[in-house]
């Protein structure tokens, strides 16, 4: 069985991503963990005031989110009962991934799932958006779902990697493991400053590791600017149903010194795409 954390905040892009959850992993055995993070300060006095004697003001707090959850779990067993899924509601106020590295460890999450709407503003920029602070700091894989994408099967997909990756079946394994790849043809985006030095070995085992006699191969300059915009461009040569991106944390001050280019990838990214972490 499979252990998926959902991050849930009602709105319409983590609504379509939990609905192409159910698509993505049906006629597999599930468990759906649906994290609600709530955001404390959004909370008033007059909030507090209205609450029941006998409630804590933690109840009160988490309270509306409970019951939304509630709501959304029934739906879900009412819309879904063929398929071997099992949901479980989870509420906190915490730090964003403080509260998502929690979940991760005390419920042994294979995968977090997310939905994006692809904004940003200026803090965003500066601090990261909710799914780049995810994919930089909680050591799972994550599969963020671009908002409004309608759920297709996956038969091609694109694995990206950056100058210092090498690909290994060890670290894809990870990938494969959310992603079934019998059905799947894959080809590689590049980002380094110079031609790869382990393309002939990359694509030997590509070949091996999904049965694939050609394997597209990419090669873009590490230094270009807008590698979102890079994605893109083969996203659409290839007609890739995902991306695969592999990736490592990093610092908020080497991240303000040195732009990596992941922030630009998750910003612009129009395919269902899942982060590993090597």
């Excluded at 599930?30 to 959004?42: A, D, Q, R, S």
């Excluded at 083969?234 to 991306?243: F, G, I, R, S």
Aim: net charge negative; with cysteine; proline share 3%.
């Amino acid at each position: 069985m499979k252990n998926i954390l959902i991050l849930s905040n009602f709105e319409s892009y983590s609504i379509n991503a939990t609905t192409y959850a159910m698509n993505f992993f049906s006629g597999q055995s599930c468990h759906f963990y649906f994290l609600n993070i709530v955001k404390v300060w959004e909370y008033t006095t007059d909030n507090l005031m209205t609450a029941s004697k006998d409630e804590t003001i933690y109840d009160t707090i988490l309270s509306s989110s409970k019951s939304k959850l509630k709501k959304k779990i029934a739906y879900l067993e009412n819309t879904y009962p063929e398929e071997d899924y099992t949901f479980t509601a989870l509420v906190d106020y915490d730090v964003f991934t403080d509260a998502i590295k929690q979940a991760v460890k005390a419920y042994d999450i294979d995968c977090v799932l997310m939905g994006s709407n692809g904004q940003s503003d200026f803090i965003e920029r500066l601090f990261g958006s909710h799914s780049t602070r995810v994919v930089r700091k909680v050591d799972c894989p994550v599969f963020i779902i671009p908002d409004n994408y309608k759920y297709t099967p996956i038969h091609h997909v694109l694995l990206v990697l950056d100058q210092k990756n090498v690909y290994s079946s060890y670290i894809f394994d990870k990938a494969f493991k959310i992603i079934d790849r019998k059905p799947i043809k894959v080809a590689v985006l590049r980002l380094s400053e110079s031609e790869p030095l382990f393309k002939k070995e990359e694509v030997e085992q590509i070949t091996k590791d999904f049965d694939q006699k050609n394997v597209p191969y990419f090669h873009l300059s590490h230094l270009t600017d807008d590698k979102g915009k890079q994605l893109q461009v083969v996203d659409e040569v290839l007609h890739a149903d995902a991306n695969v991106i592999s990736t490592r944390p990093i610092s908020f001050t080497s991240r303000i010194i040195k732009n990596t280019g992941v922030d630009e990838l998750i910003l612009n990214i129009e395919k269902p795409t899942l982060f590993l972490k090597d």
